[in-house]
């Protein structure tokens, strides 16, 4: 009987014991050793990462926001073939941001993964820069407007290089952009929401610094010198952000790889559907692991949420000695996390037409930038692609403005670290999203009237206040959602997390592609193309596919406050509440939002 009661016990201390290890991996150094937090991480490491950051996001900025000028006027691809190439690379860029987060979470760390697909990255850009430099390798010179899309497009090995130059950059990228944040976050404290908060919206000014150089310098050079310096000076770029990455390396706190995140998921499915036939117990700590169950410990408090996945979690008492494997019994902070995976799900969903918009001001909105006056002096003309950086130049202040001034005063008022709830930002800009793609559809119809009826050229800056507007949508919705995903996350499922808010850029350029075929086969006739299939603008109807944007981001903005109100934090997330303020009951917490 000792015995057996000996081995109970060990078999519990051996369960808390691999739940804590699960969910609180001590961060180590470089070598391995456990972190000193006088001389690991903080602000100082993080700083490294950012300028990472500022100087990968210029190089590919720089690529994505003009690449629709390289891939219809020098690869001769048509119009809407070519829009469909930029937002179909973007969007792998960041559907590779769920691969490079699993790959950190489970095997490399974000710093081996950060450090290999950096030079892939490179590799990327070094390729393109050549194809670009070298005349053999792309198709005869010839004017896409004036030959009416006769040009001969690019094919056979010419198009081979040039598609995997691309999606070179593309897997780099992708794998970089989430461990990017998330190596960063990694250097505060979970608990530190204030600190954390500071963080991301510093992420978003490094993240804008980079687009700003990208539009107007390197756009720039694109424009005065070809593409093939331009893409150089991209190279460059990510070579002076992986120096200044490695340059950090002694201080970084580094947050080990616990094997494949996905293993535990699916065992909670798998015992899930084994035993959904059992009746879950009215008592809850009868729940395997229930009584690891504390907010110190860094696991999970049982909420009431997707019930039917609590059968994961119940003990079969058949008087058998020998314990339950994995994939029939799982704890309960395990079952706990793949609810709030399901719970995200919904609040992902609605940043898709958010990003569907970006993909627009990144493609149709620069080549309608190209058919208006763009002539700023006598001797200077903007470069359409660099109306891109407007947003960027007002956001550098506003950020700054919103963390040091607008948050403190927010905060007397809530009460939150942040100001706002992160899920209440990222609705603010959802809302505000709407009105870029209104003022883009009045601009379009009068550009075009304008140019159909009377002959004239509009002046390149009516279409600014699109972007001025898009612009301050983002600060809140793209900055709202990664600080969401992250602290809704345990220990060693950031980077896969943080992956997520880059996937919902991977799908709303991706829903571009098919809006613009599927818009362009409904509205086709027998006389003509659709609203978006001549490579004329003024023979297109472009301000009508605007106002469709429109309609489905208004659409998607009431989706987005239903499901916003419906999801509800777990305690165990959530900052602690000061003793003077009431607790919610049950197991739940209040919304916050």
């Known amino acids: 009987m000792d015995r057996e009661e000996t081995r109970k016990n060990k078999s519990k201390r051996e369960s808390a014991v691999s739940i804590a290890s699960a969910t609180q991996k001590i961060p180590v150094d470089w070598r391995g050793r456990p972190c000193k937090p006088n001389k690991h991480g903080g602000m100082t490491a993080a700083i490294f990462v950012l300028c990472l950051q500022a100087f990968e996001m210029m190089a590919i900025a720089a690529v994505g926001n003009n690449l629709i000028t390289y ?7 048509p119009l809407s073939k070519s829009a ?80 995997v130059a691309l999606y070179l950059v593309a897997l780099g990228s992708g794998c970089l952009k989430p461990n990017i944040i998330s190596h960063g976050a990694d250097q505060f404290k979970k608990q530190d929401s204030k600190k954390l908060s500071t963080y991301f919206n510093f992420a978003y000014f490094a993240f804008c610094a980079g687009e700003l150089l990208a539009l107007t310098l390197v756009v720039w050079v694109q424009t005065r010198y070809g593409m093939d310096v331009g893409f150089g000076v991209s190279a460059a770029a990510m070579v002076f952000g992986l120096i200044i990455f490695l340059s950090g390396t002694l201080v970084y706190r580094n947050t080990p790889p616990g094997g494949s995140i996905f293993t535990p998921i699916a065992q909670v499915f798998v015992a899930a559907i084994t035993k959904r036939k059992e009746s879950c117990p009215s008592n ?34 058949d008087g058998r000695s020998t314990s339950e494997s994995p994939w029939r019994l799982c704890t309960v902070s395990q079952v706990e996390q793949v609810k709030i995976l399901i719970s995200v799900v919904p609040i992902f969903a609605c940043t898709i037409i958010f990003n569907t918009i970006l993909a627009q001001l990144q493609t149709f909105s620069v080549q309608q930038a190209t058919v208006m006056n763009t002539r700023l002096t006598h001797s200077f003309t903007i470069p359409p692609a660099s109306l891109q950086s407007i947003p960027y130049f007002m956001l550098i202040f506003l950020v700054p403005l919103y963390e040091i001034a607008l948050v403190p005063m927010i905060r007397k008022f809530t009460g939150n670290d942040s100001g706002i709830t992160p899920l209440q930002r990222v ?27 009377q002959n004239r050229i509009l002046s390149i800056f009516w279409i600014v206040p699109q972007f001025i507007i898009y612009g301050l949508s983002e600060m809140f919705t793209a900055v709202g959602l990664i600080e969401f995903f992250y602290k809704q996350s345990l220990e ?23 809006l613009v075929s599927l818009v362009n086969r409904i509205t086709s006739t027998s006389g003509g193309g659709g609203w978006l299939n001549n490579n004329d ?16 981001s208004l659409v998607n903005f009431i989706n987005y406050v239903f499901c916003s109100r419906w999801y509800s934090y777990n305690p165990s997330l959530l900052p602690v509440v000061p003793l003077h303020e009431p607790q919610a009951e049950g197991h739940d917490s209040e919304n916050p939002n």
């Open 284 to 317: 809850l700590k009868m729940l395997h692991g229930s009584q690891c169950i504390v907010p110190q410990d860094g696991t999970l408090i049982h909420t009431d949420k997707f019930r039917f996945l609590d059968k994961a979690c119940i003990k079969i008492e």
């Open 84 to 163: 469909n190439i930029v937002t179909n690379f973007i969007g792998t860029v960041f559907l590779l941001s769920l691969f490079g987060g699993f790959l950190s979470d489970s095997y490399l760390g974000s710093f081996w993964t950060m450090f290999i697909f950096g030079f892939v990255e490179l590799s990327g850009f070094i390729l393109l820069a050549v194809q670009a430099h070298v005349q053999q390798l792309r198709p005869p010179k010839c004017d896409m407007m004036l030959s009416n899309g006769k040009c001969l497009k690019v094919k056979g090995y010419k198009a081979m290089i040039f598609f």
């Open 71 to 77: 891939v219809f006027n020098e690869m001769h691809f």
């Open 427 to 453: 609705g603010i800009g959802l809302f505000i999203a709407t009105f870029s793609m209104v003022c883009a559809a009045l601009v379009e119809n009068k550009r075009r009237d304008y140019a159909m009826n």
């Open 492 to 514: 060693g499922m950031q980077s896969f997390l943080t992956a997520m808010t880059y996937c919902s850029y991977s799908f709303g350029f991706y829903l571009s592609s098919i």
């Open 537 to 552: 603008l003024n023979k297109n109807r472009l301000d009508l596919f605007y106002w469709l944007l429109a309609s489905l």
